[in-house]
Nanobody, 123 residues
């Protein structure tokens, strides 16, 4: 059974940086594209970014372009999300997800989900 575990969330101030990690177990990591989504209180879960199974292709929602960087290390079964210049509107629970569809920007494009990690950005 594929499992995803996120870590690295926390409370930071506007302008600070955080790096989130997503580790996959129970499956062949290099088979999957990995995406990050986020859900703010009272809002729907939204797509943030995704990386292809090779790591050669990435895609970002406009609101994080130039601030967030997704990368992966297939030897460690890990995807990292480097988040710089954080804004209060980035506050949300961040989820990673694994799937085989490219490019998947909706939840339906992913088969497995983590439990999420909270990111809170104060102004």
């Amino acid at each position: 059974q594929v499992q995803l575990v996120e870590s690295g969330g926390g409370l930071v101030q506007a302008g600070d940086s955080l790096r989130l990690s997503c580790v996959l177990s129970g499956g062949t990591f290099s088979n999957y594209n990995i995406g990050w989504f986020r859900q703010a209180p009272g809002k729907e879960r939204e797509f943030v970014t995704t990386i292809s199974w090779t790591g050669g292709s990435t895609y970002y929602v406009d609101s994080v372009k130039g601030r967030f960087t997704i990368s992966r290390d297939n030897a460690k079964n890990q995807v990292l999300l480097q988040m710089n210049s954080l804004k209060p509107q980035d506050t949300a629970v961040y989820y990673c997800a694994a799937g085989t569809t490219w490019i998947a920007t909706t939840q339906g494009g992913y088969d497995y989900w983590g439990q999420g990690t909270q990111v809170t950005v104060s102004s």
